[in-house]
């Protein structure tokens, strides 16, 4: 029987490529996602096509956190913008950080695991992220694994971990990987501001921008852009 | 200035104990409770009467969770009864576990934490329950402190910790405890049925009991129903 997991999935490109690195390794996989109240929310709709794409249930929960404290719950909050890679790898925790949400998604996709009999939870944090989100490193969630092994059924039977396989990667690796795995990253988003198309200047399109050149793929987001 | 707290309450008997606790400590409290579908919601009920006489702002965050693997999220199953103390104490994690409940209140919580600028997240997880639920052993709370440590701005600025003041003391000493800190106990409810009266029969009836005679202590609640 093919082991089940729950992938977290965002819109975003470094979940999808998760979804589909979970799903190559043999993964039995639903994918979750969450209407968080994110200023992106057409981040959903990305999910919707990427998890239809790889031929996965996906269930999006809805989760409006009801304080704010981040300048991604905000509308009227200004995004940071036109910073260079360099500036928001040194720049601390950016406006952007949403209090604990890395904590509340992994938290609830343990619950789905639990409740689903899955052995793993793949989440799609990443190194570059965590220079600037204490949500994203790695010994983050390696202290979340070790709370699912403590604090659940299947984790004290040995029976359900946390699996995050982009923890070490750069932008450029990730994207790399992505395009091996046929990753439709024409379906990924990554614009805080949530337009219909990128804005090429919040820090989330510095960094995907600047990965693409690096792997010396082609965004096909952008290609759409110029047409 | 007094420091801030965020104090899970879930309407029952222990996190009404830590909440008149985190008071007495000189916290300014908000009191945090979920309506998560359990079949005993009239615990949100009670929450809010125990907030109100302790004078704090409670929040009630609707948290359906739309998967079930448990006897407390299911109307239709049996829930374990008529059990003593010590088979409680014995049967390892009931049917009442629900998946990485404290987990899922956590993270919650400290979101809330993090947003209003609190600097502890209060929970009255002990060590009884500790026996059937894994995530209430105190192994599972420091490697939640620790979650929050590492996963949160506030956390990493060590400005943001997690407290389980009850998590070694047994049910009767919790009892004791809060009948020096003038704690309502007619307002807290344990049973698991949610019926009016409690059914004496669940576990959390059992437990409850046992803790009242051996504080020496009247449950109000009880009295009530001989009435």
Redesign the interface.
Same mark, same amino acid.
């Given at each position: 029987m093919r082991r089940k997991a729950v992938v977290l999935l965002s819109g975003g490109l470094d979940s999808a490529v998760t979804l589909f690195l979970a799903l190559r390794n043999g993964y039995d996989c639903r994918a979750l996602a969450f209407d968080y109240g994110q200023r992106h929310k057409a981040e959903i709709a990305g999910a919707k096509r990427i998890a239809a794409k790889a031929g996965v249930p996906l269930?999006v929960?809805r989760?409006p956190?009801?304080?704010?404290?981040s300048s991604l719950l905000d509308k009227k909050a200004v995004l940071p913008s036109g910073r260079t890679a360099r500036e928001i790898k040194s720049g601390g925790?950016p406006t952007t950080?949403?209090?604990? &949400? $890395?904590?509340?998604f992994?938290?609830?996709a343990?619950?789905?695991?639990?409740?689903?009999g899955a052995d793993t939870v793949f989440i799609g944090a990443h190194s570059e992220d965590s220079s600037g989100y204490?949500?994203c &490193?790695r010994?983050?969630l390696e202290?979340?694994d $070790?709370?699912?092994k403590?604090?659940? &059924?299947r984790?004290?039977e040995k029976r359900l971990g946390l699996e995050f396989p982009l923890a070490d990667k750069t932008k450029a690796e990730i994207i790399r990987l992505g395009s091996s795995l046929g990753v439709p990253f024409q379906f990924t988003l990554s614009c805080y501001e949530g337009g219909k198309k990128p804005c090429m200047r919040c820090d989330s399109c510095v960094l995907r921008a600047k990965g693409f050149k690096e792997a010396r793929v082609k965004d096909p987001c952008i290609i759409q852009k110029r047409k």
């Open positions: 269930n929960m989760l956190l009801p304080w704010k404290g925790i950080y949403v209090p604990a &949400r $890395n904590t509340v992994l938290s609830i343990a619950s789905f695991a639990e409740a689903i204490p949500d &490193r010994e983050y202290a979340f $070790n709370v699912i403590l604090g659940t &059924r984790g004290a």
